[in-house]
């Protein structure tokens, strides 16, 4: 099933900030990078507030990120700006901080006795020197500017251009092989609805979420058909006989009947509806679903159904999964991996059996912690760690970064913790 060759989406330093007033900023989400392959998986936990959510809902496109790069299939659908503005504005500072030191110097050669204006013609070169290289960094990283606003603002657009383009190749390769003109009239006549449907195509809803709140992701006001057919109404598709079908056979698919098709929201219990909201996603046919604490509103009896359909789909259809949630039992049960959000940063990232036989930040263990057993005698035995970043780091010389400290196990740390790290792991095993 998971093709590891394959990285299917790579997040690259993912900063999400926003507006407080008063010229502060919330950093909801801080330098984030992950990938999630092919097939498999991803599970994203934290406690509330963490930054998982922005973290999906960024991804999605729901927001306009901050800084970072999103790259989904091998390209770019997400870009911030944030980085390009803070390097330009450092290339400014830093020949402003050269110059003033040439110009010193400059002075006290001329004050040693040096010819003057042999002095200032020479530094006047460095001077310019060193302008020039400014300028080259800054052309350099406004172009670099452009290069993301596009991708952000124009990514389905060129995908959809591409799609038309493979589907016109194909059309004239087809043509070449029709002997009458008759069969060439077919063909295009045949070909036509697919370029349309082309040209509706996006990358970007190839990537599907379902939403924590299976009642306020509904549209009260429209059907079931119609809140699962409208993706595909949006895509051009514009046989009802089809658009049917297609609902009938995934609210099969997720455990509802036909005859619910009729129906309103208000009429389905928690569950159902958060069935529905399954639905909506995979009619679609996604390559990677977001799926965003999607049993966290449901009963645990019904959690359990929610999470094995899930996976039946998952392996059905092939889909790739970016799990959310905060409950680490049911994060395990159903991640291949899974990466540790605090504080909008990323602090551990490892294999699901990994990340629970070998916890190694101070978070990771507190979150493991905190999980209940059905063990009374367990449960009055289990102690709970607490986690203070205060008491646990020092960060005040040598500032922490994402290290990976065995294969595929990353945690943020600071030199020092790396190398604790990577002795606790060899005593382990």
Known sequence: MQNDNEVLLRVEHLCQYFKMGGGKELKAVDD???????????????????????????????????????????????????????????????????CAELKAKCAGEI?????????????????????????????????????????QKYCDKDYAKRKVAEIEAELEAALKNCGTEEEKIALRKQYREKIRLASHESIVHQIQMIFQDPI????????????????????????????????????????????????????????QRQRIGIARSVIMRPELIIADEPVSALDVSIQAQVINLLNDLRNEFGITVLFIAHDLSVVKYFSDRIGVMYFGKMVELASSDDLFDHPLHPYTKSLLSAIPLPDPIYERQRKRITYNPLAEHDYSTDKPELREVAPGHFVHCNMAEFENYKKILEQSE
């Open 32 to 98: 984030v990078s992950f990938d999630i392959k092919k097939g498999e998986v991803f599970g994203l936990v934290g406690e509330s507030g963490c930054g998982k959510t922005t973290t999906g809902r960024s991804i999605i496109k729901l927001y306009d990120i901050t800084s970072g790069n999103v790259y989904f299939k091998g390209q770019r659908i997400c870009a911030g700006t944030r980085s390009y503005k803070d390097a330009i504005a450092a290339a400014r500072q830093q020949c402003k901080a050269a």
């Open 216 to 271: 306020a992701s509904l549209d009260p006001r429209m059907t079931v058909r119609d809140i699962i057919a409208e993706g595909l109404v949006i895509h051009g598709v514009k046989d009802k006989k089809y658009i049917d079908e297609r609902v009938y056979e995934v609210l099969e698919k997720v455990g509802l009947v036909r005859e619910h098709a009729g129906r309103y929201p208000h009429e389905f219990s928690g569950g």
């Open 111 to 151: 004050a040693a006795g040096a010819d003057a204006e042999e002095t200032k013609k020479k530094y006047e070169e460095l001077l310019k020197a060193e302008a020039e290289r400014r300028d080259l960094a800054i052309d350099e990283q406004r172009r670099l500017a452009r290069d993301a606003m596009h991708d």
